[in-house]
């Protein structure tokens, strides 16, 4: 090291710096000075042809090159003339389109220091961009230096120079970065393949079909919860391999139910094999214990490497056993559905017959008075009994849309049961039932719709009256404990078997029918019970030891609070006025019209009729009857544009307006009242409650 040592290379470089003393004269050339000694031509030779970067600064403000090697200006291609005597910073400045370039701070610096304390000082490798020009083109380059910063005194200790030696570590620092955005890259896609493994792993776990993979040798790799649960967790496999020969399976598609699969069938061999299976319905026999069969929809496919070459195969099982079995309950729902159509055609004709040949009897000549009042009684009968179907119907629709609206009140269930009793007695007593009714002495009050439960005991006893042989016994039990009443039906009949009790109180659901189907209904009486118990916050299940064994019906209800407050009986049937009235009738059914007419003449009554809505209200204008009866369905008016035309004329606006309609829902009752009827009638209709409706009216004086 060269410091603090008075040489002759000391005294020139001061010399050429300050211009002072009586040293040799420069070259031509600008280099160091022309030596007189064989020292200094040794150290100009070593400067010149040292391979490390080398330069000396003046010890001046600007520190201006005073000399360079040939190994820096090939290391920066540059000429010794464009960089001798310029400052340092002015050879060699920042690239001012260069944010990050600070390579000029760090090595002022260090230069500063080397200055200050006398003594070589090392700057760490970094980045200092080297301006290049070749072409008549400038731009910086990106380099790397790890430089030293050397001070050099003459003998008396002066400072002459700063020797500045450096080392391009360039490729190294790049190499160091590539290696270490390598190794960044390499955790950052070790840590993704990991995240990536978790979230498969987790979207087997949760998956809610069995997968299940192979190799291309046939070992298990992987089989998810979903799989344990299908095919066991002891899948047999001989040394790793699936062992397909101690599989049991069968097929359940269409056409092949029940054959057994060879090892060879199964969907996951044959993705082996390199065929994608789609969709196989198989039966399988699990390896858990008791070895349970299921019904399973498998798919699979081969996997295939990067080349296309087979790796393996997965299978994807989906247990579809409750679909299999809603698909049966469709089928059956279908069955039942088509035979309650043949139920209903049947029980719809059953009394047409007898009504059209009361028909024609009435229609022949000869006929005495008992004749006629028998067939007329007929004719009642089997219409009151169509209209109880239809109401059945619509009550079942009317439920399952959540249409009812219960009216309810306190009241006692014994009323109930005796009322229910009354319109059951025909039935019972047509088949000879003897029945029986148990009943507590003090009120058993519930909080009901009192129309609605009558309905309920009524059907029961009208359904125990069809299953049980003639002569038979029917019993009727209330009992009351401290939360509920408890309504039981029972008889000595034909009894239900083991699979009917959870399925009697579905739609169209019956029991056994003999060929002529004496028994009768549609299959939804009990539905409706159901139904219109569980409006009422109760219970109904069914019981029964048997075909045979008689079955029991039990109805629960919450006990009401306030027992005393139970609404009283309401026997109310108005008795008919002898006040004859003016009727405009208008129905566009001829036949029903000429059957009102009569009906009401025969009341006393002057009845006009029309069978047509387009004259109506001209008609009832020059009448101005007291009521007018018009038919909802009317093909030119309907009946309630007419309403609202009558409410409108000042000469009808008081008529009584009564509506007849074959649409029974509420919606279509509202719609009437809102177009200004006074009452809603849905045919058939209820005679007794026409005449007495009639009664109420008073005659208007003509205008």
Not at 104 to 132: F, W
Not at 166 to 171: E, H, P, Q, Y
Not at 281 to 304: C, K, N, Q, W, Y
């Amino acid at each position: 090291m060269i410091a603090r040592r008075a040489d002759s290379c000391g005294s020139i470089a001061c010399a050429a710096v300050t211009g002072a003393g009586a040293g040799p004269a420069m070259t031509q050339s600008g280099l160091l000075p022309r030596w007189n000694s064989p020292m200094d031509a040794l150290f100009t030779a070593a400067f010149h042809r040292s391979p490390i970067p080398q330069y000396l600064l003046a010890p001046t403000d600007g520190l201006e090159i005073i000399a360079v090697n040939d190994a820096f200006l090939k290391a920066v291609s540059r000429r010794r003339e464009d960089v001798l005597g310029l400052p340092l910073f002015e050879a060699f400045g920042e690239d001012p389109g260069d944010t990050g370039d600070t390579g000029v701070g760090p090595l002022a610096r260090s230069i500063a220091v080397a200055i200050a304390t006398g003594a070589p000082h090392v700057i760490p490798a970094q980045r200092y961009p080297i301006r290049m020009t070749k072409d008549g083109m400038t731009w910086f380059e990106d380099m790397y230096w790890s430089a030293t910063n050397t001070p050099l005194f003459d003998s008396t200790g002066k400072l002459i120079c700063i020797s500045h030696t450096t080392i391009d570590v360039t490729a190294e620092v790049l190499a160091q970065r590539a290696l270490r955005g390598a190794r960044e890259e390499a955790v950052r896609s070790a840590r993704s393949a990991e995240a990536n493994r978790a979230y498969l792993a987790s979207v087997l776990r949760s998956a809610p079909v069995g997968i299940m993979m192979l190799d291309g040798q046939g070992r298990l790799l992987h089989a998810n919860p979903a799989n344990d649960a299908l095919f066991g967790t002891a899948i047999p496999c001989n040394d790793g391999v699936l062992d397909f020969a101690a599989w049991n399976g069968w097929t359940s598609s269409p056409g092949g139910e029940g054959v057994k699969l060879r090892p060879q069938d199964w969907p996951l061999y044959r993705a082996l094999a390199g065929e994608a299976v789609d969709k196989c319905l198989l039966e399988i026999e699990s390896f858990d214990a008791g070895r349970p069969r299921r019904t399973v929809l498998v798919s699979a496919a081969p996997i295939v490497d990067g080349a296309g070459k087979p790796a393996g195969a997965t299978a994807v099982s989906m247990d579809i056993a409750d679909r299999v079995e809603a698909e049966k309950a469709l089928i059956v729902a279908d069955r039942r559905k088509d035979e309650f159509l043949a139920m209903l055609a049947h029980e719809l004709r059953n009394p047409l017959a007898p009504i059209s040949a009361a028909a024609a009897l009435l229609s022949m000549g000869r006929r005495d008075e008992k004749q006629v009042e028998l067939t007329l009684a007929v004719i009642h009968r089997q219409v009151a009994h169509m209209s109880g179907l239809i109401d059945e119907l619509l009550d079942v629709a009317r439920v399952t849309r959540g249409l009812i609206t219960l009216a309810q009140a306190p009241l006692d269930m014994k009323r109930v049961v005796a009322q229910a009793t009354e319109q059951a007695r025909p039935a019972l007593e047509a088949r000879g039932h003897l029945l029986h009714v148990h009943q507590p002495p003090t009120a058993a009050t519930v909080l009901g719709d009192e129309k609605r439960l009558v309905q309920v005991v009524a059907n029961l006893l009208s359904n125990a009256a069809k299953f049980t042989p003639e002569g038979g016994t029917i019993e009727v039990e209330l009992a009351i404990d401290a939360r509920h009443v408890r309504t039981t039906v029972s008889d000595n009949g034909i009894g239900l078997p083991p699979d009917m009790i959870d399925s009697v109180f579905g739609m169209f659901v019956q029991g056994a029918r003999s060929p002529d189907r004496k028994q009768g209904g549609l299959g939804i009486g009990l539905a409706l019970v159901r139904s219109l118990v569980a409006l009422h916050g109760g219970t109904v299940q069914a019981e029964s030891a048997g075909p045979g064994q008689g079955a029991r019906f039990v109805v629960c209800l919450p006990l009401a609070d306030s027992p005393h407050d139970a609404a009283p009986a309401r026997d109310w049937e108005p008795a008919p006025s002898a006040t004859s009235l003016r009727v405009l009738a208008v129905d566009d059914n001829e036949d029903a019209l000429a059957m009102v007419e009569m009906l009401l003449s025969s009341l006393g009554h002057r009845v006009v009729s029309l069978s047509s809505s387009r004259h109506a209200v001209a008609c009832a204008v020059q009448l101005q009857p007291d009521v007018c009866l018009l038919d909802i369905g009317l093909p030119d008016i309907d009946g309630l544009a007419l309403a609202r035309q009558l409410r409108s004329e000042p000469r009808t606006r008081a008529t009584r307006l009564i509506a007849l309609s074959s649409y029974g829902q509420a919606s279509d009752r509202a719609a009437a009242i809102a177009a200004g009827f006074d009452l809603y009638f849905v045919k058939p209709v209820d005679v007794g409650r026409l005449v007495a409706a009639l009664a109420e009216v008073t005659p208007r004086r003509l205008s």
